[in-house]
């Protein structure tokens, strides 16, 4: 009866996003000028973002793989976390020039200090080799978590992280409900879920392995990295202390687009 009315067996599908923000459109655009721009000078531009935390173990993962026929990949029948092994936190930086990747997976928390470090040991070990001639690093990141645009202790982070890398840098946030519109989402956190469908994330090196060989027919390539520091959550940071920060806010949503500033011995260095 069902077959004849028009029915058949459908998932949920995410589409509604809430009232949208009346500035989104024009928030759009700003990121995409801002992007066109800095590549036009050959600076980079990097969409980042925490992907899902993972259990560790023999835990069963969504998605389906091929095996012999009757012989499927054995997984433990609850999802309880184990606490030996604890969670993976992934936290990536994709280079929407040059389409690629870079995910740290740490062991701790996903904390403003596990973000700035994560795009730190990306610069260091990619960066800096793709951009010598690097002066201005710009960001695209959604409006919440490790690094919202509420978070205090967020842009204290990135003051040192400009400081350390001697790089103007420049974050542009994506307003509120539209986090999916990041590139870095749909261009390597989409097909890293596909890499490892199916198949048990039982161990650290697992995790890192199928993030490294995950690649698409338009060249993804994606490096990685453990990040084994235990950062400290709950750190409060008073109003005052933003006082000492060279960041300055753009006249368009300040909150959302900001530009911190290099410090040398208390003087502010600008190109």
Known sequence: ????????????????????????????????????????????????????????????????????????????????PDPTQGKACPYGMYD???NEGWVNVGMSGDTAPFAVESIRRWWHKMGHARYPQAHTLLMTADGGGSNGY???????????LANDLKLIIRVCHFPPGTSKWNKIEHRMFAFISKNWRGKPLDSLATIVNLIANTTTDTGL????????????????????ALD????????????????????????????
């Not at 950062?231 to 005052?240: H, L, M, Q, R």
């Open 1 to 80: 009866m069902l077959d004849a009315l028009g029915y058949s067996l459908q998932a949920n599908r995410k589409t509604e996003e809430g009232t949208d923000h009346p500035d989104r459109e024009a928030q759009f655009q700003c990121i995409y000028e801002q992007v066109k721009a800095l590549q036009r000078q050959r600076q980079p531009v990097i969409s980042v973002d925490t992907k899902k935390k993972e259990n560790i173990g023999h835990f069963a993962n969504r998605g389906q793989e091929w095996e012999p026929h009757g012989r499927p990949t054995k997984v433990k029948t609850h999802d309880f």
């Open 96 to 98: 929407l020039t040059r």
């Open 150 to 160: 509420r978070t205090r202790l967020w842009k204290v982070e990135l003051q040192k």
């Open 221 to 240: 390539h994606i490096e990685t990295s453990l990040d084994y520091t235990i950062y400290k959550k709950g750190i409060e940071v008073p109003a005052a």
């Open 244 to 271: 000492s920060l060279n960041i300055t806010r753009e006249k368009f949503h300040g909150e959302w687009n900001y530009t911190a500033l290099v410090q040398f011995d208390g003087n502010v260095f600008a190109f």
